[in-house]
């Protein structure tokens, strides 16, 4: 089950820190901690993400990785899946498909996502297997469809957490 | 290349992984167990380290990699008589445990590979390594 994180305690203003910069800031980045916890929830209770992501959390939040370290896989799997995902475009592309490479790029997917918890492109990865097995071009098209929609989605909410998690650092320390 | 977990050195191992984003989840968690991680791309960087004298006392394994494959690297360093070392074959491939145990690989793990899993795994190597030096 995931568990957000609460936003920070924010001490209620009075007649000297009321306005004051560093609880503005205070405020703010409880806001955006929110924003983030709901996003992260939303990722999680929709089946977008796994427990998989969820390791990969704990282990920064418990102070093992580097703060940082979610963004760094999450990008670098983002710029992988991008480029495997124009790959096999180009193979279906061809006038004859090479299935086996087809093959061979959404393994390579599969096994990225599954790394970093993106659960619905690995489950759109897996049905694709059937189409490339059968060496069914319009099959691989709409399989290929499939997974380009699930990470378009997943994507999206990776680029968002990165962006709130700089909005909050921004905010200064907690 | 080396990554060392800080003030602890105590098992030596080979991450073999062409995916980046693999590459760098794994480390991490060697790394938090405390292993000192060397990583290869393909399985022909992981023989050569071998070749030149390198020591692990684990060595992970993905299945299909680029110029030269997990089982196929783990054939060729058996071959040169790297018996003690442990072999751990890791893939998302349904099909990946039979290509591995077949070739000598001492234990597989699907992909993701979880701290969960591992743990246990460098648990029993450290033992192992404790009681050889006794």
Redesign the interface.
Known sequence: EFRPRPPPRVAPADSRTSGSEPSRLAMAAAALRAQLNALLANMFTTGMVD??FQ??QS?QEDG??ASG?VA??AT??ID?ADRIIADIAALLDQPVVDFDKVD?HV??L???S????AQKVKLACMHFRQFYEAKSKEGCLMALALVRSEFCDVRNKFQTMMQLEQQIAACGPK | MELKAKGFTSIKALLVED????R???S??L??LHCEVTLAMNGKEAVDLFLEGKKFDIVLF?K?MPVMTGPEAIVKIRAMGETDVKMVGV???DHAMEAFMSVGADLFVP??M??EALGPIIQEVINKKKNDMV
Do not use: N, W, Y
């Open positions: 427990e998989q390791q990969l282990l093992g990785s370290f760094e896989v670098l799997f992988d061979a393994h390579q599969k096994g990225s599954s790394s970093v918890g | 995916i980046e984003v693999c760098l989840v794994l991490t968690f790394l938090r993905d299909d893939s998302a491939d992909k993701p979880r701290m």
